[in-house]
């Protein structure tokens, strides 16, 4: 186990690297920087003289070749140093963790949502093959699949405003200092994208059951006179779970990195929204260290997700 995990953290590290790499290009060949968007505004009569725009390119480090820039950053970032926003001056690290567990509590929402609901409607939709309540569930997940998660959302909202009363609160508040005002930011917006992950998560359960139920070792189970239940619970779900186990935490690692659609329609300022602002402003370093973010979750789960396998399914090793 050891040394399987010492071989995914070194073959992650050029995966990392390259995304550094590519984000890093990316900022810069795409039209415009922060410099340039101020130039480009007036207040009033002033705008930025030519001396002023060389002397911030400097200030910020722009002027330098992009290896050097590169460098700067990767350097900077093996110190733990994230750098300042270019337009709020608050440091991305500080950002970063202000937003993040807002949105991590609502990720682990749907993630809860998807598993509770989606993984029994699966099961039961597959011992149920082809009868009216299988159409009827199939039916359903096709339909919430459809349905975008912001969509939603406002519904959601709109309910709570016109019929309940409830306005979204505005203002971040953390599940350790107000655990009912934080339950009021997270809960819509995990409630929104649980729905629409639980019906995949739903579809996929089924798809799985229904083919380790078609394995010899299912029918011999049956022969020695064991029953359904057992036979589910015992031999089918472990085997059946791997694949919803890496569609899960996939998904989760998407959530982690934020969905934008949904958090703005609840108003809710998470990573999500964070990273739109600093693409809307140029906001070069905030953007470069989001993705960089994002890069390291993913790699962590998929990670994760690889050492359950061996939980699930005891066949599978992971040395020699």
């Not at 340039?36 to 480090?61: D, M």
């Not at 380790?212 to 057992?230: F, I, M, P």
């Not at 260290?289 to 396998?309: E, F, K, P, Q, R």
Request: glycine share 10%; charged share 15%; net charge neutral.
């Amino acid at each position: 186990m050891h040394s399987y995990l010492a071989r995914r953290i070194l073959a992650a590290i050029p995966t990392i690297l390259g995304i550094t790499v590519l984000i890093f290009l990316a900022m810069r060949v795409l039209p415009g920087d922060p410099i340039a968007v101020i130039s480009s505004e007036t207040s009033g009569n002033y705008v930025l003289s030519p001396e002023q725009i060389t002397a911030a390119r400097a200030s910020l480090g722009l002027d330098k070749p992009y290896l050097v820039q590169y460098i700067q950053w990767m350097a900077d970032v093996a110190h733990g140093n994230l750098g300042e926003s270019f337009w709020t001056r608050d440091h991305i690290s500080d950002l970063i963790l202000r937003r993040g567990p807002i949105t991590a509590e609502i990720a682990l929402i749907a993630l809860v949502i998807s598993w509770l609901a989606g993984i029994p409607v699966g099961i039961l939709s597959a011992t149920h093959r082809d009868t009216w309540l299988d159409l009827l569930v199939r039916g359903g997940i096709t339909v919430f699949i459809a349905i975008p998660g912001f969509w939603i959302g406002l519904i959601i909202v709109l309910v709570g405003v016109l019929y309940f009363n409830w306005r979204p609160p505005l203002t971040i508040s953390y599940l350790w200092i107000d655990p009912a005002k934080n339950l009021e930011i997270v809960v819509g917006p995990g409630v929104a994208l649980g729905i629409g992950l639980a019906a995949a998560t739903a579809r996929l359960t089924r798809a799985t059951v229904l083919e380790v139920l078609q394995d010899d070792y299912v029918r011999t189970a049956r022969a020695k006179g064991l029953g359904e239940r057992w036979i589910l619970a015992r031999h089918v779900l472990k085997n059946a779970m791997l694949p919803v186990v890496t569609f899960s935490g996939l998904a989760f690692a998407g959530l982690l990195g934020g969905t934008v659609a949904t958090e703005t329609a609840f108003g809710v300022p998470g990573l999500g929204t964070l990273l739109v602002q600093g693409l809307n402003q140029r906001d070069w370093m905030l953007v470069q260290n989001m993705v960089l973010l994002y890069g390291l979750i993913v790699t962590i789960m998929n990670l994760l997700v690889d050492l359950s396998y061996g939980w699930f399914d005891p066949r599978i090793r992971y040395e020699g």
